[in-house]
């Protein structure tokens, strides 16, 4: 029943910006922790952010200060501002609740950070 759709990647040079948006279904983002995680090719799925329904916000140390994940209630829905992105944040990302939900998991959105 729940359906985390993500969007908003793409193509981008270092130091560009993007916002991904994950729009939510069957799930009220408000009352639950929600999160970004990302998957880069050959590697895990790690977690990038979270933010808490008090809105507490915690980061992966290689993102701090360049990411910002904020929450948009009445559109029921999570972002994640990307600033002064690099190449090393390539990967497809994802939103889920946190902890993760492995039967919540969208088809996430590409961000390639290239020049």
């Known amino acids: 029943q729940v359906q985390l759709v993500e969007s908003g990647g793409g193509l981008v040079q270092p130091g560009g910006s993007l916002r991904l948006s994950c729009v939510a279904s069957?799930?009220?983002?408000?009352?639950?922790?929600m999160a970004w995680y990302r998957q880069a090719e050959g590697t895990q799925r790690e977690l990038v952010a979270t933010?808490?329904?008090?809105?507490?916000?915690d980061y992966a140390d290689s993102v701090k200060g360049r990411f910002t994940i904020s929450r948009g209630n009445a559109k029921n829905a999570v972002f994640l501002q990307m600033n002064s992105l690099k190449p090393e944040d390539t990967a497809v990302y994802y939103c889920?609740?946190?902890?993760?939900?492995?039967?919540?998991w969208g088809q996430g959105t590409q961000v390639t950070v290239s020049s």
């Open positions: 933010i808490t329904s008090g809105g507490s916000t």
């Open positions: 069957g799930i009220t983002v408000s009352i639950y922790t």
């Open positions: 889920n609740k946190w902890p993760r939900r492995n039967d919540y």
